[in-house]
């Protein structure tokens, strides 16, 4: 089983950037794919990014393509999520989350390993 842990979150402004991590605990890091997901007040949970557990394969929603980046580093059972050029409206909680087979994952239920998630707070 793999435990997750997000950070990185905060206050940026427009067009700013952050980089979120998430620390995983469990030997099988490696073997698990990976996904950030956000939820927006009100909203419901959307796919952001997910890469395969070898670093081969990664995927993004249209809305972050060209800004955001997604890797990973199994030495460090850590995935992270660069995000460049921030808008405020993408103000939400950012989950990270482990899916444990191969290929990539873009829909919320076939994940079953979450983290508490971490704020992201957009500013014009």
């Known amino acids: 089983q793999v435990q997750l842990v997000e950070s990185g979150g905060g206050l940026v402004q427009a067009g700013g950037s952050l980089r979120l991590s998430c620390a995983a605990s469990g030997r099988t890091f490696s073997s698990y794919a990976m996904g950030w997901f956000r939820q927006a007040p009100g909203k419901e949970r959307e796919f952001v990014a997910a890469?395969?557990?070898?670093?081969?394969?990664?995927r993004y929603a249209d809305s972050v393509k060209g800004r955001f980046t997604i890797s990973r580093d199994n030495a460090k059972n850590t995935v992270y999520l660069q995000m460049n050029s921030l808008k405020p409206e993408e103000t939400a909680v950012f989950y990270c989350a482990a899916y444990h087979g191969l290929g990539i994952r873009t829909v919320v239920t076939e994940y079953n390993r979450w983290g508490q998630g971490t704020q992201v707070t957009g500013s014009s």
């Open positions: 890469i395969s557990w070898s670093s081969g394969s990664t």
